[in-house]
């Protein structure tokens, strides 16, 4: 069983960043595939952005692509959201969740494993 916890949410005004981080107690993270996922109010909840655990090649969603960076400190165990140019729509809850083995997955339907979510917050 693999646990996942977020940090880094908050309230930021548009055009501001924040930095999620998920940390796994899994000590062999680069054998999992990571992914972040959002939730809106009164929506469901969507895919952001993918990457291995060992670092290799990212995936995006449309609509955070070239604002928000994906990435992988094995060191750590921890998988981060670089979020820049914030916008108002971005607000949601934020969820982190992980795939063991090296299958890319952008539906909730793939993930074995859910942190609790943070919540964020983009002012206008």
């Known amino acids: 069983q693999v646990q996942l916890e977020e940090s880094g949410g908050g309230l930021v005004q548009a055009g501001g960043s924040l930095r999620l981080s998920c940390a796994a107690s899994e000590r062999t993270i680069s054998n999992y595939v990571m992914a972040w996922f959002r939730q809106a109010p009164g929506k469901e909840r969507v895919f952001v952005a993918t990457i291995r655990g060992d670092g290799s090649r990212a995936y995006y969603a449309d609509s955070v692509k070239r604002r928000f960076t994906i990435s992988i400190d094995n060191a750590k165990n921890t998988a981060t959201l670089q979020m820049n140019s914030l916008k108002p729509e971005d607000t949601a809850v934020y969820y982190c969740?992980?795939?063991?083995?090296?299958?890319?997955?952008?539906?909730?339907?793939?993930?074995?494993?859910w942190g609790q979510g943070t919540q964020v917050t983009v002012s206008s």
């Open positions: 969740a992980a795939r063991q083995g090296r299958d890319y997955f952008c539906s909730g339907h793939g993930a074995d494993y």
